[in-house]
């Protein structure tokens, strides 16, 4: 069983083949044109998409000696993500379906995020709970079974990524400046400067608040001292760094003290951080939990985790027909 699967929801365009549950390839071709910008823009992404689909859907066969007669189905993300940039690889995965007239499947890119803990070994075991984190989206999901999955806690407003983001960009780091944080933060002192927590009912979030706390925090200090910034980067890093995971990780103790599940995993753009999946070990040594942190290359955006969760819908005929069309917001 063979199924090509597309990423196209933000700014990779990624492809990847999947053969009887195993990872053959696993393209990614990212878009370097937002830095200047300083955030993605939309349709820089969408026109990005069309120039790079191509080379990797054919870099993705070659790499898995795959050829489009040996496809037994495409898989595509549905959504959420950026209409326009969605709406290349569905329109893409649909035309190719139709001409070698095979089944389309479509894939809810945040279940996808889960579903990359089933690439490698080890994986975890049913009922297990993810925190998925990334510049969209901060959920805490239930799985109870291959793509059956609950939102038991989110946030209400900002996600954490875009929280790492706009604090780098009040720092003057370059897009995307959630890596930068994390870079700077290695060195930095965590307890040097203290942000207050969002109170948050149940198991949501809040990071709005935040920003707008560590916002005033920097034009108080720079109106002090000019060079507050500069002198004080590593500090600050760690500092905010500290508090974001701090949040993240108090609510996931809670999700897993109330459902009595311990098998924990962390999923998405944001579980590439290294403070994150440092804190999250350790917090898992503490409380006993079995911890599952995906890899690197399974972190970010990637088609690899598209074709896991693709693979799971094909065992249970879960296709789409080419009337099926791509979402900016969707539901679990």
Known sequence: ?????????CDETSA???TNGKICSNVVATQLIHTQYGGVVPELASRAHQQHILPVVDKALNDAKVTKKDLDA???????GLLGALLVGTSFAKSMALGLNIPLIAVNHMQAHVMAHFIDEPKPSFPFLCLTVSGGHTQIVKITAPLQMEIIGETKDDAV??????TAKLLDLPYPGGPLIDK?????NPHAFPFPLPEMPGLDFSFSGIKTSFMYFLQK?????????QQNLPDICASIQFTLIDILLKKLKKAAKETGIAEIAVAGGVSANSGLRKSL??????MNWKVFVPAFEYCTDNAAMIAVAAHYKFLENDFSDQTVSPMARMDF
């Open 161 to 166: 990524g875009e929280a790492f983001d706009k």
């Open 74 to 80: 495409i898989a595509f993300t549905k959504g959420p």
């Open 184 to 188: 700077y933060a290695a060195t930095g």
């Open 221 to 229: 200090r720079v109106r002090e001292n000019p060079d507050f910034i």
């Open 16 to 18: 990847a083949v999947i």
């Open 1 to 9: 069983m063979n199924i090509l699967a597309i990423e196209s929801s």
């Open 281 to 286: 070990q350790e917090l898992g040594e503490k």
